[in-house]
């Protein structure tokens, strides 16, 4: 805490409502939730939330307007840009915050227009990159950087998206804290797998695949049905828990095509379809699966497959950016170009309960070695201190 007694605040800048689910949301709130106490008091500025409101949270949420995000609407992005300025600008001036935590790309080079303007220079602040260096557009890339060279560290999720950085010249100082999950993914409860597959009426038995996430072009949503389509070809039995979260009106029709073709291939009583789970939903979803996938096409760290960890699922992801790092098995990782290698891994698992239980084993235990919450929270407490000591 400060000399007067009272805590640091820090406030996190966002783009997205932090009620929408997804992991830059997730890992805020539970990092806001964590910190929370004598030493900081935390403060979530986002768009209006979404199905939430801000007396919800225990610690401090700041709204402002803002439009959809979604990159083909070229103009209502721009407009964005600047209104998201003006209320940076507002909500800093207000709040006077001892540290600013910027946990979103566009957010930082939002934030990034006042401070080279030399606007709030005296307030230090860290951004954390949550995408990948090479995934930028180059003239994105020239903003961040630029904006970089005023902060006082750049936290990256991976050792693989740090070297990226370092590659392409960063000077800020890099310091790797991987991300976490909620604290409702804490405890494993084994009566759980049970209790949930009766609930959504699969037996114990049954073959289960999860995928999981947002509608972003990230998560490359239209290779999940290839991936099935695969699976069915090599006469595979198993059946499907689908989670999707949505955000945009034009997400309706692109959930409606996923699942139409995935019950054409496995047939819609072999389809478990959720949508928009809270973290207490999602927590006991995770205890459906045998085996949790992910199609991303960019992942820079890839929280969904901790969070599957955590409920002793066997993780397969494509070999995309911090995937392969958070996987850490080169026989749980398979490309686009090699369906074949995710098929037969497929049918190893579901053909040997002793291959298939140590996995869940190896995963859980990944889990508990890297990912914890409290490794994340103090990684946390020990940079903020380390610059606001430095400031006092």
């Known amino acids: 805490m400060k000399a007067d007694g009272k805590p640091y605040k820090i406030l996190y800048l966002m783009e997205f409502p932090i009620d929408l689910p997804g992991g830059g949301q997730m890992s805020t709130q539970t990092l806001c939730e964590g910190l929370m106490g004598e030493q900081f008091a935390p403060v979530a500025v986002c768009p209006q939330l979404l199905t939430h409101k801000a007396s919800d949270y225990p610690f401090g949420i700041v709204e402002y307007e803002s439009d959809e995000n979604r990159e083909k609407r ?36 939002t934030y990034g227009f006042l401070r080279c303007l ?29 904006t970089l060279k005023r902060a006082e560290y750049l936290i990256c999720t991976t050792h693989f998206n740090e070297n990226l950085w370092l590659k392409e010249g960063v000077k800020t100082k890099v310091r790797v804290i991987p991300n976490t999950i909620g604290k409702v993914f804490s405890e494993y409860d084994a009566a759980k797998r049970d209790e949930m597959r009766s609930r959504y009426g699969f037996s114990d038995k049954d073959f289960v695949i999860g995928f999981a996430g947002r509608i972003s072009e990230e998560k490359d949503w239209d ?39 995935i019950a054409d291939r496995i047939g819609e009583t072999n389809l478990l379809y959720l949508q928009d789970l809270s973290q207490d939903e999602m927590a006991d979803y995770y205890y459906l699966p045998d085996v949790f996938v992910m199609s991303s096409l960019f992942e820079s760290f890839g929280k969904a497959a901790v969070e599957a960890m955590s409920r002793k699922c066997a993780v397969l992801s494509t ?74």
């Open 74 to 109: 070229r103009f209502l992005r721009l407009s964005n840009f600047f209104s998201r300025i003006r209320s940076f600008y507002r909500i800093v001036r207000d709040e006077k915050p001892d540290l600013i935590h910027v946990s979103m790309s566009e957010s930082l080079i």
């Open 223 to 261: 290779f999940v049905p290839v991936l099935v389509g695969a699976l069915c070809d090599a006469r595979v039995n198993f059946k499907v828990a689908l989670v999707i979260s949505v955000y945009e009106a034009q997400d309706a029709a692109i959930v409606e095509s996923i699942k139409s073709r």
């Open 319 to 392: 070999s995309v950016g911090g995937l392969t790092e958070v996987i850490g098995r080169e026989e749980d990782l398979y490309t686009k170009e090699d369906t074949d290698r995710f098929v037969q891994r497929i049918i190893a698992l579901k053909d040997s309960p002793e291959i298939l239980d140590d996995e869940r084993e190896y995963f859980y235990q990944r889990y508990r070695d890297n990912y914890t919450l409290e490794t994340h929270l103090n990684r946390h407490r020990e940079l903020y201190l380390s610059i606001l000591d430095k400031e006092a």
């Open 118 to 146: 030399g606007i709030f220079r005296k307030i230090p602040f860290v951004y954390t990159d949550r995408g990948l260096a090479y995934g930028y557009r180059k003239h994105s890339k020239k903003c961040i950087l630029m």
